[in-house]
């Protein structure tokens, strides 16, 4: 990379119950003579076990000085990332595309690792028309997150829920999906 970087690490800090927050900030790039503007991150972390699996809840809190679009990188695949509905069915996807966009609410996604290895995404909060983009890079896939910023709105709240199941079983996978945010 050349160049300024935009991306600026402001600080961290501990919750009272002992779980890491960071506090981000990204400059944007001037728009149409617009003044320099900036979108604010604040990401908390918080672990999360039940008897199908564990898995990591991720909270972002983003507040944009303009309206924009957040992309956010979520995972990485060697396999094509499958979306699923709201009860873990798989849903047909053309395996063939280098690039798709799909509704993210209500449509996890699950990606392979290996030869048993499984992890899902699910979206639990985010703006309606939140997407996913599935977009291949060489060998691997990228699933990104993309999120529309309303500058009039006063904070964006984005919560995932990235869970391991301890097997690659339907049951399991349907179980992980019914959990909601304590």
């Known amino acids: 990379f050349e160049g300024q970087p935009r ?36 990401e908390r972390f918080a672990p999360r076990q039940e008897l199908a699996g564990v898995g990591v809840e991720r909270r972002f809190s983003v507040q944009s000085s303009r309206s924009c679009t957040a992309w956010l990188v979520v995972a990485q695949s060697s396999e094509v990332p499958r979306l699923l509905d709201e009860g873990g069915a798989a849903i047909d996807l053309d395996p063939a595309a280098e690039h798709s966009d799909h509704a993210a609410l209500g449509h996890p996604v699950r990606l392979r690792h290996g030869p048993s290895g499984v992890q899902i995404v699910s979206l639990l909060a985010a703006p309606n028309e939140t997407r996913w983009s599935f977009v291949r ?30 097997r690659n079983e339907p049951a399991m996978i349907r179980a992980l999906l019914n959990q909601k945010a304590p």
């Open 137 to 166: 890079t060489n060998n691997d896939w990228r699933v990104v997150l993309r999120v529309p910023l309303d500058a009039t709105a006063r904070n964006v709240e984005i919560s995932l829920a990235i869970w391991s199941p301890y």
């Open 7 to 42: 991306l600026h690490f402001r600080n961290y800090s501990i919750s009272r119950d002992g779980l890491p927050g960071f506090h981000y900030s990204l400059e944007l790039p001037p728009n149409d003579g617009a003044t320099q503007s900036s979108v604010e991150i604040q």
